[in-house]
């Protein structure tokens, strides 16, 4: 496999800004194909941004985002088919409230008609197992706990069969002792080759579950390396106090 065809996300010389404010200041990035790439850093760093805007859900300033070698920012090309390879998991779940965790599942592939009722209804039981939950498929979100909706919401992702789930910072709305167990599912995904690419405060859970990781701060990429080179041997100074403090 040459480097391009290992390529699914390419970022290059990427800005945002929301006013006078610069969040992104020009940051050039890729993300292979297999990979689990963990972002890092203070708050305001430019992290969550930078993960809306590979799906558009934040229009960049300038610069160029190539999923699957093509140009998503180019106005010509139709980001929702490219929307539909990309999973997303936000900080706080977003299912419906008024269905059921089925429904909730369903929902997105009945509209994007990727099979019958009955084989989409299959595919979120199986879904919802992997994620340890098929007991609770015909509940209601408001019975769960939040560590359950945010394993609903994982399960959501992978309904699509996505090229990349896009993780923004999924256990910080949560209690500690539920934070275990959606990170255990991200663990298990990681492990079976699925890409990801994590906004994260965990920093313990960063470096042992990416193959990579960023570190981001005002708006910049400070380091992009393993979790030997970045966390646990740091050789900027900068990336050497951040850990200091969170750990």
Do not use: W
């Not at 790439?37 to 960049?60: A, D, Q, Y």
């Amino acid at each position: 496999m040459s480097a391009n065809e290992k390529e699914l996300i390419r970022v290059e010389d990427l800005h945002k800004s929301f006013g006078s404010l610069q969040v992104l200041k020009g940051v050039t990035e890729h993300v292979d194909h297999g990979e689990v790439v963990s972002v890092i850093g203070p708050s305001g760093g430019g992290k969550s941004t930078f993960l809306r805007c590979l799906n558009l859900l934040e229009t960049p300033t300038s610069g160029k985002i190539y999923f699957e070698g093509t140009d998503i920012t180019d106005k010509n090309v139709d980001i929702n088919l490219h929307r539909q390879k990309m999973g997303m998991v936000f900080q706080h779940f977003n299912l419906f409230p008024h269905m059921s965790i089925r429904k909730n599942l369903m929902c997105a592939p009945l509209l994007n008609k990727q099979g019958t009722k009955e084989e989409i209804s299959k595919l979120a039981e199986s879904t919802l197992a992997k994620v340890g939950l098929l007991d609770k498929i015909d509940a209601m979100p408001s019975t769960l706990s939040g560590g359950q909706k945010q394993r609903v919401a994982i399960a959501r992702a992978l309904m699509r069969n996505p090229e990349i789930i896009l993780f923004d910072e999924p256990t910080s709305a949560l209690d500690p002792e539920l934070t275990g167990e959606v990170l255990s599912v991200m663990s298990d995904l990681a492990k079976e080759g699925i890409t990801m690419l994590i906004v994260t405060h965990e920093i313990g859970f960063a470096a042992q579950v990416a193959d990579k990781i960023m570190f981001m701060d005002k708006g910049y990429v400070i380091d992009y390396g393993t979790p030997e080179d970045v966390i646990i041997n740091p050789k900027n100074k900068r990336i050497k106090t951040f850990l200091e403090k969170v750990k």
